[in-house]
T-cell receptor, first 115, second 114 residues
Framework: KAGVTQTPRYLIKTRGQQVTLSCSPI?????VSWYQQTPGQGLQFLFE???????NKGNFPGRFSGRQFSNSRSEMNVSTLELGDSALYLC??????????????FGQGTRLTVV | GDSVTQMEGPVTLSEEAFLTINCTYT??????LFWYVQYPGEGLQLLLK?????DKGSNKGFEATYRKETTSFHLEKGSVQVSDSAVYFC?????????????FGKGTKLSVKP
């Protein structure tokens, strides 16, 4: 079956702009999570959506937001971009049926560069 | 809060050498533990997992044992190959938390030379 698809793969934006990233989970998966990966901070959890509801949120400013649609596809938005937002943004999906069904399948990521 | 600490890299080994990457964690409750691998230009792939104390996760010759007494989950492989060159991440998710909230270590880059 198809894996997690993230679009676009690469993006260059200017400081102050906003950006929207998209994630299509594996068919049947209802949980979508977003992570930011930078050389300095490593992988940091942004938020998780399950059945269109935000279930968990990491420690990021309100400029970072997301949503999930009824077909489980998810988008994340970053407003008023800063240079420090340059990162690889990874999306992961899971069926999340229970505590032990905890495998997260990751997409290849969107590489965002803010100039 | 919960956290994961893994050995700093990079780690450079010759083919067929023994690999250990140390990982320790701090968590309340009973976390599930994971090792993920990231190949160049790729997203993360689950390598192995363990969901309770004394469980051993294994895959592709890699092993890690969930040690509650030492709060550790060290990754080992008896004989590495060039194709194992990648970045390895130790991670946990806390009991009662969804899998979506993975807490990762900083990652250890492994380079295997022929």
């Amino acid at each position: 079956k198809a894996g997690v698809t993230q679009t676009p793969r690469y993006l260059i934006k200017t400081r102050g702009q906003q950006v929207t990233l998209s994630c299509s989970p594996i068919s049947g998966h209802r949980s979508v999570s977003w992570y930011q990966q930078t050389p300095g901070q490593g992988l940091q959890f942004l938020f998780e959506y399950f059945s269109e509801t935000q279930r968990n949120k990491g420690n990021f400013p309100g400029r970072f937001s997301g949503r999930q649609f009824s077909n489980s596809r998810s988008e994340m938005n970053v407003s008023t971009l800063e240079l420090g937002d340059s990162a690889l943004y990874l999306c992961a999906s899971s069926s999340a049926r229970g505590r032990f069904d905890t495998e997260a399948f990751f997409g290849q990521g969107t590489r965002l560069t803010v100039v | 809060g919960d956290s994961v600490t893994q050995m700093e890299g990079p780690v450079t080994l010759s083919e067929e050498a023994f690999l250990t990457i140390n990982c320790t964690y701090t968590a309340t409750g009973y976390p599930s533990l994971f090792w993920y691998v990231q190949y160049p230009g790729e997203g993360l792939q689950l390598l192995l997992k363990a969901t309770k104390a004394d469980d051993k996760g294994s895959n592709k010759g890699f092993e890690a044992t969930y040690r509650k007494e030492t709060t550790s989950f060290h990754l080992e492989k008896g004989s590495v190959q060039v194709s194992d060159s990648a970045v390895y991440f130790c991670a946990l998710t806390s009991y009662g938390g969804s899998q979506g909230n993975l807490i990762f270590g900083k990652g250890t880059k492994l380079s295997v030379k022929p």
